[in-house]
């Protein structure tokens, strides 16, 4: 065992604080309201929907901070041991911040209650568009993306918009190069010292392992079975809206091995704790499609803290993700105290909550090939474009050889308990051309493979006609290439007649 | 700050802008909590409808750091809440279960935590019975919360037997929730003499008052109840902040100790009612240009479980039923059905825009029938300065704008080319469709409820100059304060920032009626206005006397008083009034004139004017998934002579995108049993900023001051915004038509969702 510390740290605005734990689940939210008397990060949702306590957090990466927003709501004080909090609070100095500022120009409040969490929003995405001393600014869809997780039920977002773009053409404030600089060098001198959190209380365990050898040895130590947490964006959720007390938390965001991109010749390997933000990059440069996927997971908020690990290993059958990894080929690599073991994705999912995971064992990768089949297309169906859950998700891949359909991969969300392969589908397309027949058929075979539940998402039939019809969407992929959606019809880019 | 002289009309930011970006505005749960307070939580059963068999507590009782559990027979005064008293709103269940999630106990603990936890162990058994869930289930069953009504001009069914051409159509709008940011909370503090003070989220602090004192069982004077400002309202903090209020007063005055009671996000969508959703049956007879002669409507609505507020929202579902269209002769019916759901409430538009959607759908499907363009037959039958120009209700129309704007924005929205390039984009698009619609608003303001349209003011100015604004309107974001200062600027000619703004306390300003109906600035501007006449008057008439100059000699301007050829500030004349025991606090009063309605033969003038605008909505929709968006978005809107430009588009803006949240995203779902699905915002879709059309032009229509004698001739803006949406839905229709070349309407339902898109071609295409 490495050395221990009992107390959580981290640096609040630019003030160090230990502070002990009387509960593992209490909520950086919670801790800021109650315990810091900081009331500027509100409560919307409590589910990291809302973005009203959204915070910045900084983490310290090769000796510089990077910075990520976070809905403090559903993030565990835990997790923020060794790094900086920011909330609104901690913005302006004898001069508003420009975020602020921004703000109030445009008249981008009107009730004020999610104002906080816009202007953490606004200034993270000033800092993404600082780059030394150029400032670049943002177009309509990157502030979009930006600010998709932060809710207004007043303005209709027109004022809001003007804000962030305003507020990235002016300089940081003129406090935040000096306070980095301090928050750089108390963040470096906690990271020199290598202790691994492991705070115990009445009420539980909180530890954060630095290791994966670490890892294994708290989970094969552990009586009751512990709870990995990785972004919380899903464990969080379980305190807040099921009222559950978890008594052994073990946080997986300080084991740097699982928190590496390792890309070879042959395939791409995702650590299990690599937020979604990061691998975004990775996967799109496997396809597009995939990319637009990311974008549209979650917001910006969640897609910070939120990991490909912990999307699948809760195998949450609204998890986003697995579909398409399933359709590219991808495998897990999953570990524990002996050492590890590989399976493909697809057969994680044993059935509803039910995955093929060990209580002393961990996902610690998710792989894929790197040059995956070159006719991957995949598209997500909800009642909104940005932060819903899929009604229905289809990812498709094939090969051609010569006309003819080789190796076809069609996965799909939101059609059953679990995400699952549309095995008669793939069967009736195999070794056909891609005519009007094949797609017939291949839509009868589809509707053999599934059969959906209603629920708040979409009715049974809706949800059968729409997988049908991505099958149709996917053939006019393979044979037309372009299959633009009202999305990027709608985009600012592309409307340019009125 | 700005100048005093051009306050009006200034585009002021809003009161607290800056302290809303630093985190400092404090919201009821922000405000440190005084010593021991307590945290209340309601709980339920998890049961649609029955009697209550048994409810067995003690797990709660004996939970971690419960004080106290609270249920019906702890009440020592009147258990029901309802704001129109009607006896059907228990503060907690007493005997029977009405619908998923109605509270039937309340615990009260140490730590919110504790008391959510507890909340969760009760055991209740009820029996259950088969509920009632949708209108036409109700309709079946007959099972309404109040009696049906219906107004009618002339001979309806002659007029659509004899008309050339008729139609039959049902419109069917859903329900939406509020999803204001901030949930329904209250902090109650014990006083003296049992009574209590309560801060509340709250758009009506007096009938809190007097629902708290009839729960008590002590007169109203022993109640007070504050609100500084709440985190939206939209008309669910309306009657709904009622019961979370009383229910932390109740557990004050019992334990002595305060008493908070903040709704988690999921208790606040279960436990709190919504925008009524309609489904009406219609018919209508028109000539071949598609000029109406007779229109029958039935509407339906779901109530929910009791009155609440739905009579006034039906009545006014029937008041908004012709848009601003000319029925020659109609017949408007309103069935309001009771259901095992919770009691649904005001929201922004009131009954309004669903009464609203039957009318355009009417001109839309005509439209079709006859081939022409929907604008040519809204055209056509707009209200006119003519004979034409009689409400079903009786009332004139003399304020009507809607040729000259909708004019205007044909044109700057290049409304008929637009048309042109979708048809020419429709016919060579595989999947996609574009769709194109301009629908016009009329909005009538006042409160139907005559009684209501009564507002008061106070106003101090101290020694030194300051000044100190109360009336009864409530601040939930739409910049009503703000607005009521810069009259009060205006009319003392004193700086914006020499008017303090303080929170609505009932102790202040009494028998205040709910900031809603739009109506906010138009009555709680006028009562100000009044109280800084008086004031104003009574510096002049000391002047006058003081310093021996005839009253006509007396100008305030910027500040400064003229006093003759001499002049001073207005701070130096106050403290000289001061000095001469003049009095220097004043009330103000205002009752809206002109308005009456006579509920017995449904005829009067309800509303004082009308309120107007035009939308122009381009969308696109995927006919393979159902997807859609709104791409483009044109506006022009008529608020008089706006008192602030900034926070009248922020009203417009805002209200055009909540719209089009109703109508397109923004799904209530039930389970076949009865419980709401829909209570988060990971399952209930309120727009986001992508939502936001990439093209979005707003202007205000100017030229057109009130006719009638508002604060300055300005117009309510409020709520009629929100109904500049209907052309999302028009236009999502549109784009779906044109796969029948416009020859057929496709039944569409609202919230346009993927799945209603879907259903809605499916109409179109008999399989």
């Known amino acids: ?498 | 700050m700005s100048d005093s002289a051009s306050i009006l009309g200034a585009a002021l930011n809003h009161d607290s802008a800056i302290k809303h970006t630093t985190g400092e505005a404090l919201y009821i749960d922000d405000i440190p909590e005084p010593r021991g307070t307590l945290h209340l939580v309601p709980g339920y059963a998890n049961a649609v409808c029955g009697q209550l068999r048994s409810v067995d507590l003690s797990a709660v009782e004996s939970a971690t750091n419960v004080v106290a559990v609270l249920r019906a027979d702890d009440v020592p005064g009147t258990l029901d809440i309802s704001p129109t008293h009607a006896g059907d709103d228990p503060l907690l269940a007493k005997d029977r279960i009405r619908y998923f999630g109605e509270p039937v106990f309340a615990v009260v603990a140490r730590g919110y935590q504790d008391a959510r936890r507890a909340s969760r162990l009760a055991k209740i058994d009820i029996d259950s019975q088969d509920p009632i869930l949708t209108v036409e289930n109700a309709l079946n069953a007959q099972s309404f919360v109040s009696e049906s009504r219906q107004i009618q001009r002339n001979d309806w069914q002659g007029a659509i037997k004899q008309a050339p051409h008729r139609l039959r159509g049902t419109t069917v709008s859903g329900s939406q929730d509020h999803f204001y940011l901030e949930g329904q909370v209250s902090l109650a503090i014990p006083q003296e003499d049992g009574g209590v003070h309560i801060y509340a989220s709250t758009q009506h602090p007096s009938e809190i008052q007097h629902a708290a004192a009839q729960v008590l069982g002590l007169p109203d004077h022993t109640v007070t109840v504050e609100v500084r400002r709440m985190g939206g309202g939209f008309g669910g903090k309306e009657s709904q902040a009622a019961q979370w209020a009383v229910l932390a007063a109740l557990a004050a005055t019992k334990t002595g100790q305060p008493v908070k009671c903040r709704l988690d996000r999921d208790l606040d969508m279960i436990m709190t009612g919504k925008r009524h959703d309609f489904h009406s049956d219609w018919e209508v007879g028109y000539d071949p240009d598609g000029r109406i002669a007779g229109v029958d409507i039935h509407m339906a609505s779901r109530c929910g479980c009791s009155h609440d507020l739905s009579d006034p929202v039906n009545d006014r579902a029937m008041f908004h039923a012709d848009n601003a269209y000319f029925y020659p002769a109609v017949r408007i019916r309103s069935d309001r059905c009771q259901t095992n759901t919770v009691s649904n409430t005001a929201f922004r538009g009131f009954g309004g825009p669903q009464g609203m959607l039957i009318a355009e759908q009417i001109i839309q499907a005509i439209a079709h029938e006859r081939r022409l363009d929907p604008l040519d037959v809204r055209r056509l039958n707009f209200y006119e300065h003519n004979d034409r120009n009689l409400t079903p209700y009786h009332m004139q129309v003399e304020d009507f704008v809607l040729d000259e704007l909708v004019e205007q924005l044909e044109s700057t929205s290049r409304y008929r080319e637009r048309r042109k390039s979708i048809k020419a984009f429709n016919s060579t698009n595989p999947y996609l469709r574009r769709g194109l619609a301009l629908t016009p608003v009329k909005f009538g303001i006042s409160f139907t409820n005559t009684p209501l349209n009564q507002a008061g003011a106070l106003l101090h100015v101290y020694k030194d100059g300051s000044v100190l604004l109360n009336h009864g309107g409530t601040e939930m974001g739409q910049g009503l304060l703000i607005k009521v200062a810069q009259v009060v600027a205006a009319e003392l000619q004193i700086d914006i920032d020499q008017v303090q703004i303080s929170s609505t306390h009932t102790g202040k300003v009494p028998n205040t009626s709910a900031t809603a109906a739009s109506s906010g600035t138009d009555l709680n501007g006028m009562a100000a206005q009044n109280a800084a006449r008086t004031i104003r008057r009574r510096l002049t008439a000391f002047a006058a006397t003081h310093y021996d100059v005839a009253e006509n000699e007396i100008e305030f301007q910027h500040g400064q008083v003229r006093i003759a050829d001499s002049s001073m500030t207005f701070s130096e004349l106050v403290l000289e009034a001061y000095l001469h025991r003049v009095q220097l606090s004043a009330t103000g009063f205002y009752r809206t004139p002109k308005i009456w309605w006579d509920a017995e033969t449904a005829r009067g003038r309800p509303f004082y004017y009308f309120a107007y605008g035009a939308a122009v909505s381009e969308v696109v929709v995927d006919l393979l998934t159902g997807e859609n968006r709104v791409v483009a978005v044109d506006i022009l809107h008529d608020v008089g002579n706006s008192l602030n430009p900034a926070v009248d588009a922020g009203q417009i803006e805002g209200g055009f995108i909540q719209g089009m949240g109703w109508l397109t995203t923004e799904e209530v779902w039930w389970d076949g049993d009865g419980r709401l699905m829909t209570h988060a915002p990971s399952t209930y879709k309120i727009p986001v900023c992508s939502d936001r059309p990439a093209h979005f032009r707003l202007d205000m229509y100017t030229g057109s001051e009130n006719i009638e004698a508002t604060v300055y001739r300005s117009k309510a803006v409020g709520e009629p915004p929100l109904m500049l949406a209907l052309s999302v839905h028009q236009a999502i229709a549109d784009a779906l038509s044109s796969t029948s070349d416009h020859g057929e309407l496709p039944q569409l339902r609202a919230p346009a969702t993927p799945e209603a898109v879907l259903d809605a071609i499916q109409s179109l295409r008999p399989s």
């Open chain 1, 1 to 498: 065992m490495q050395p221990s510390r009992n107390k959580v740290r981290f640096v609040l605005g630019s003030t160090p604080l230990e502070i002990s734990l009387d509960d593992p689940g209490l909520t950086l939210l919670d801790y800021l309201r109650n315990q810091a008397c900081l009331t500027g990060t509100k409560e919307g949702c409590a589910e990291g929907d809302c973005g009203a306590c959204t915070v910045l957090i900084a983490e310290l990466y090769d000796n510089s901070l990077k910075y990520t927003v976070a809905n403090a709501c559903i993030l565990l004080l835990g997790m923020v041991d060794g790094k900086q909090v920011l909330t609104v609070e901690h913005l302006a100095s004898d001069t508003l911040h420009p975020a602020q500022q921004a703000m109030i120009d445009h008249h981008g409040s009107q009730c004020g209650f999610c104002t906080p969490g816009f202007v953490m929003s606004i200034a993270a995405l000033q800092l993404d568009e600082h780059h030394g001393d150029s400032i670049q600014t943002p177009g309509r869809d990157q502030i979009d993306q930006h600010l998709a997780g932060n809710l207004c039920r007043c303005t209709g977002y027109g004022p809001i918009i003007d804000a962030a773009r305003q507020a990235c053409t002016q300089p940081l404030p003129d406090y935040w190069p000096h306070q980095q600089t301090a928050v750089q060098s108390i963040l470096g001198q906690w990271q020199k010292q290598d202790e691994t959190l492991h705070v115990e209380c009445e009420s539980g365990l909180f530890a954060a392992p630095r290791t994966e050898a670490e890892l294994a040895t708290y989970l094969s130590d552990q009586h009751s079975p512990p709870t990995l947490l990785a972004g919380a964006t899903d464990i969080g959720l379980w305190i807040t809206k099921q009222g559950r007390q978890l008594t052994t938390l073990l946080y997986l965001g300080q084991i740097s091995s699982l928190k590496t991109v390792n890309r070879q010749e042959d395939e791409l390997e995702i650590g299990a704790a690599v937020s979604l933000q990061r691998a975004a990059p990775e996967l799109t440069r496997l396809s597009p499609d995939l990319g637009l996927l990311l974008r549209r997971f979650g917001a910006r908020q969640v897609r910070s803290q939120g990991t490909i690990g912990g999307n699948i290993a809760n195998g949450s059958p609204i998890g986003d993700l697995p579909p398409a990894l399933i359709a590219l080929g991808a495998t897990l690599r999953i570990g524990c105290a002996n050492g590890q073991r590989e399976i493909p994705l697809e057969d994680f999912f044993i059935d509803y909550g039910q995955q093929d995971l060990a209580d002393n064992e961990y996902v610690a990768s998710v792989v894929l090939p790197a040059r995956p089949q070159p006719h991957f297309w995949c598209s997500k169906i909800a009642k909104r474009f940005d932060q819903d859950i899929s009604a229905v998700l289809g990812a498709f891949s094939l090969t051609l050889v010569d006309g003819f359909v080789h190796n076809a991969r069609f996965c799909f969300g939101g059609m059953a308990t679990t995400p699952r392969r549309a095995r008669r589908c793939e069967a009736a397309v195999e070794g056909r051309r891609l005519d009007e027949d094949t797609l017939a058929e291949a839509q009868n075979a589809l509707l053999q493979d599934f059969d959906p539940i209603a629920d708040l998402r979409a009715s049974a039939r809706y949800r059968r006609t729409v997988a049908a019809n991505l099958l149709d969407k996917y053939f006019r992929f393979l044979t037309v290439t372009d299959v633009p959606s009202v999305y990027e019809f709608s985009s600012p880019q592309a409307f340019t007649h009125v």
